[in-house]
């Protein structure tokens, strides 16, 4: 059975994408930076992940092809402003001061920091008022929404900063740190992951993160086409099927 869904799946891309061509209109210029797995990131050379399986599925929603191009994260928006791509699918948040500077498509998904912990620790940790009290270390990755939650949220806690998500995961394994507060993206990572079989996340959104795609704030027509191919999009069962391919826990949002 898991052949078949497979070989289903496949066809169904490969019709989907030969309806989009035939649209024979330009070309989409999508910027990512497909470095946030499993939303967006590569695999041989090709972008794959949540967006990229939404691209497909918009594109015949348009009837128009979509193009990723890669760039660094700090390189979106303004490439974005400049008119060198046509939008964004990165796994954005929406945020006011992303606002200011673009418009967003109506949120995909919600989305918000979490805490992931050990395994071994998930009675001293099992409400989010544990998270409160002090007598524990929590790590942050430097520049983050999870830095800026530690300091004003968690300040009973001893705050450990870290480099990037692998730095605190690897922390969190060695227990240098009991907690890491991080995007729910690296909940989701971590349990498809075998080698981080000895962590947990509480998979409860300690904020609330809309995730978006971005349009330039002087193309509201496209911003319109997108809006509503992705509530047509969003009744078909394969915007389910997509999250559920990507997500195996899915955000309790209560």
């Not at 949540?50 to 929603?61: C, G, H, N, S, Y």
């Amino acid at each position: 059975m898991g052949k078949l869904l497979n070989w289903l799946w496949l066809g169904i891309w490969g019709c989907w994408s030969m309806l989009a061509a035939a649209g024979g209109d330009t070309p989409l210029r999508v910027g990512t930076a497909a470095d946030t797995p499993p939303l967006a990131f590569q695999q041989n050379g090709k972008v794959i992940g949540i967006e990229a399986d939404f691209a497909k599925l918009l594109q015949t929603q348009l009837r128009q092809p979509l193009q990723f191009q890669i760039l660094p994260t700090a390189e979106l928006l303004p490439a974005l402003q400049r008119g060198d791509i046509d939008m964004v699918m990165s796994g954005l948040v929406v945020t006011d001061a992303r606002a200011q500077q673009v418009d967003f498509v109506q949120p995909y998904l919600q989305a918000g920091q979490m805490a992931i912990i050990r395994t071994d620790d998930v009675l001293r940790f099992r409400s989010p008022a544990s998270l409160l009290q002090g007598g524990f270390r929590a790590g942050f990755v430097v520049n983050s929404a999870g830095a800026d939650y530690v300091k004003t949220e968690m300040s009973a806690a001893a705050s450990v900063p870290c480099a990037n998500a692998e730095e605190c995961l690897q922390s969190l394994l060695s227990k240098r740190i009991d907690v890491f507060i991080d995007t729910a993206s690296t909940s989701w990572l971590i349990a498809t992951q075998p080698r981080y079989g000895a962590l947990l996340s509480l998979y409860r959104p300690l904020t609330e993160e809309p995730l978006a795609w971005a349009v330039n704030k002087n193309n509201g027509q496209l911003r319109e086409r997108l809006n509503a191919a992705l509530q047509s999009m969003q009744q078909t069962p394969m915007f389910e099927h997509i999250l559920n391919r990507w997500i195996p826990v899915r955000v309790a949002n209560d």
